[in-house]
């Protein structure tokens, strides 16, 4: 979920096995900007290590640059 549909609906991810391993994604067609996104994974939300985060408590999100 994220700043790029006003935090509504969110993406559904599509999982890909590797061995025990499971690495989900998502396709979004999206407009150069900065964009604030969150994951919601059963039921709780959680920061991706991946992407740099902005803000701080219950405020802090994921940063995705497009370009």
């Known amino acids: 979920m994220g700043t ?3 935090w509504s609906q969110g993406e559904h991810l599509s999982p890909e096995y590797t ?3 499971a690495t989900f994604s998502t ?3 999206l407009r150069p900007g900065r964009y604030e996104i969150k994951f919601l994974v059963d039921g709780e939300w959680k920061l991706s290590p991946e992407f740099p985060t902005v803000g701080e408590g219950l ?3 994921n940063l995705l640059i497009v370009e």
Do not use: A, R
Request: zero cysteines.
């Open 59 to 61: 405020m802090k999100n």
């Open 4 to 6: 790029f549909d006003g």
């Open 27 to 29: 396709t979004l067609m």
């Open 19 to 21: 061995g025990s391993f």
